[in-house]
């Protein structure tokens, strides 16, 4: 029997999210996106990553996006 971790069943695991967004966005905006890792990829696009934030913050990332 094999025991494979899965973070969705264990609740002391963090959620990490992914937002990602079309466009390279330049280094001023990291600020914007405090507590979310801004990465940029070689298809052009933003990767914001970010474990253990709140449903509050998560929706004041996804507003700073779409503003």
């Not at 025991?3 to 967004?21: A, G, L």
């Not at 001023?28 to 990553?49: E, I, M, N, P, Y």
Request: charged share 20%.
């Amino acid at each position: 029997m094999s025991h494979k971790h899965n973070p969705r069943s264990e609740p002391h695991q963090p959620m990490v999210y992914h937002i990602r967004i079309r466009g390279h966005l330049s280094d001023h905006w990291g600020r914007w996106f405090a507590g979310f890792a801004v990465t940029l990829d070689d298809h052009g696009d933003t990767l914001l990553s970010g474990a253990g934030v709140g449903q509050a913050a998560l929706h004041n990332e996804l507003k700073n996006v779409c503003d």
